[in-house]
């Protein structure tokens, strides 16, 4: 069986998947606070970038650059979350880092056929056959 051919729409799946939990892990923390050592800015400004770029993701647009940005927000939020008093292999670390692998995958593979990407690139393909 030729599973290859699904690969575009398998890619979109994981795409959308990957968005509505970020946004389901992000809204949440912005009501309910929880008690941090970090500065306050710092939480403000992370959870607004992964709402805003989990909502690119979900929906295809600008997706290799907003899983980018949200690579870089991991990678800098990284020791502000997971402070010494976690032990080591914890769940959240486990999530935390396979998130950050999931967006470094979307910057390398793009967003997938079912996405504003794909269908930007189609219109402009036809703009430039005319």
């Not at 009501?31 to 989990?54: C, E, Y």
């Not at 927000?73 to 935390?96: C, H, K, R």
């Amino acid at each position: 069986m030729d599973l290859d051919r699904y690969s575009p729409q398998m890619l979109s799946v994981l795409r959308i998947a990957c968005g509505l939990a970020y946004l389901y892990c992000s809204i949440p923390t912005l009501v309910h606070l929880p008690d941090l050592d970090q500065p306050m800015l710092i939480f403000w400004a992370s959870r607004w970038v992964q709402i805003l770029a989990g909502s690119l993701i979900l929906v295809g647009l600008f997706t290799r650059l907003a899983a980018l940005i949200l690579s870089i927000n991991f990678f800098i939020m990284y020791p502000y979350w997971y402070q010494a008093g976690l032990d080591w292999p914890s769940v959240e670390a486990t999530g935390f880092t396979l998130a950050s692998v999931v967006c470094m995958y979307l910057v390398t593979a793009g967003a997938g056929r079912w996405s504003l990407d794909a269908l930007r690139a189609g219109l402009k393909d036809n703009l430039a056959r005319r």
